[in-house]
T-cell receptor, first 111, second 113 residues
Framework: NAGVTQTPKFQVLKTGQSMTLQCAQD?????MYWYRQDPGMGLRLIYY???????DKGEVPNGYNVSRLNKREFSLRLESAAPSQTSVYFC??????????FGDGTRLSIL | AQSVSQHNHHVILSEAASLELGCNYSYGGTVNLFWYVQYPGQHLQLLLKYFSGDPLVKGIKGFEAEFIKSKFSFNLRKPSVQWSDTAEYFC???????????FGAGTRLAVHP
């Protein structure tokens, strides 16, 4: 899925550590999203960016921050990781009414 | 608040059986509807989408879905499943002109040979 690239693919953190998940898309999409996926809960929106220079909270923003660095890149930061943030994180992008394209995900474990 | 309900959390079928996965949404206005599939260890991929027109939508890999506006439903069907259809399936909705996808909780499908 060359369209949306996420790094890293796997990460293990200790409680209280910080880290940034990176996401880049090469499809010239305006909108970008960060989701977390937990068993039995589907995908829940953390933050999104409707266009370059704007960001908005989604359903579960607490404990996270985001930066829309430019049109291509949208990063997600955990300032002080907590075990409840153990999850699989997906970045997605789209333009207009078209379907969202998803990255391969980042599997994050917090001990 | 808008929501999406998927009725079955786990479905187990034998190969060649027919599949129907339920999806209902709560929103009174015009919506765009999607089914995504996630194969084990992979990212979400679009199976099919409905924006307008014929309410029976055909997607990839023999899947189809029917939009029934009066029932706020968008059920996914496949006449004959294969082992390779083992995956998790997500229904998602976007109210028209609204930037965000609302996902259902997902249905895990296991197909036994």
């Amino acid at each position: 899925n060359a369209g949306v690239t996420q790094t890293p693919k796997f990460q293990v953190l200790k409680t209280g550590q910080s880290m940034t998940l990176q996401c880049a898309q090469d499809m010239n999409h305006n909108s970008m999203y960060w989701y977390r996926q937990d068993p039995g809960m589907g995908l829940r929106l953390i933050y999104y960016s409707a266009s370059e220079g704007t960001t908005d909270k989604g359903e579960v923003p607490n404990g996270y921050n985001v930066s829309r660095l430019n049109k291509r890149e949208f990063s997600l930061r955990l300032e002080s990781a907590a075990p409840s943030q153990t999850s699989v994180y997906f970045c997605a992008s789209h333009i207009g009414d078209q379907p969202q394209h998803f990255g391969d995900g980042t599997r994050l474990s917090i001990l | 608040a808008q929501s999406v309900s998927q009725h079955n959390h786990h479905v187990i079928l034998s190969e060649a059986a027919s599949l129907e996965l339920g999806c209902n949404y709560s929103y009174g206005g015009t919506v765009n509807l999607f089914w995504y599939v996630q194969y084990p260890g992979q990212h979400l991929q679009l199976l099919l989408k409905y924006f307008s027109g014929d309410p029976l939508v055909k997607g990839i890999k023999g899947f189809e879905a029917e939009f029934i506006k009066s029932k706020f439903s968008f059920n996914l069907r496949k006449p004959s499943v294969q082992w390779s259809d083992t995956a998790e399936y997500f229904c998602a909705v976007t109210p028209r002109g609204y930037n965000k996808l609302i996902f259902g909780a997902g249905t895990r499908l296991a197909v036994h040979p």
